[in-house]
């Protein structure tokens, strides 16, 4: 029987330089960085879900990608088309502030949606994340 979800991957096109933007700027702590002969294998994990591992895959090494493949990839990244993931958090407008503060850049503002606040913002690699937090009181 399945019991939870342990891995994702995002595709990025440098994994040193993903693994510095979510773990330097978005706060999400380091698990595995192994060398791996020419590629490195890199997961990050939310500071509070250890045990969801996101996998930061270069495009250029994912064994099941030929080079129209990975210009696929490449451009659905830069148009912003490939699946959003959704990131919570106990305060959306104060998470946004301080992300803004370290270089982020979101689509908009925060806004009130029927789940919460809830604001849009892309990695340097394109990957599309949604911040949502509880409704703002203040």
């Not at 040193?16 to 997961?43: E, H, Q």
């Not at 959306?92 to 029927?114: I, M, N, S, W």
Request: one cysteine or more.
């Amino acid at each position: 029987m399945i019991k939870r979800l342990s891995h994702v991957t995002l595709y990025v096109e440098d994994s040193a330089a993903a693994r510095r933007f979510y773990v330097d700027v978005l706060g999400f702590k380091p698990v595995i960085d192994k060398d791996l002969g020419g590629w490195r294998w890199v997961t990050v994990a939310p500071p509070d879900q250890p045990d969801l591992q996101i996998v930061l895959l270069t495009i250029d090494h994912h064994p099941n990608l030929d080079a129209a493949a990975r210009a696929t990839v490449r451009a659905a990244l830069r148009a912003g088309l490939m699946p959003i993931a959704t990131l919570r958090t106990g305060d959306c407008q104060a998470t946004h502030d301080e992300l803004v503060a370290r270089g982020v850049k979101f689509l908009y503002p925060p806004k009130a949606q029927f789940f919460g606040l809830e604001t849009t913002f892309r990695d340097p690699d394109g990957n599309l994340f949604s911040l949502v937090g509880p409704p703002h009181t203040a």
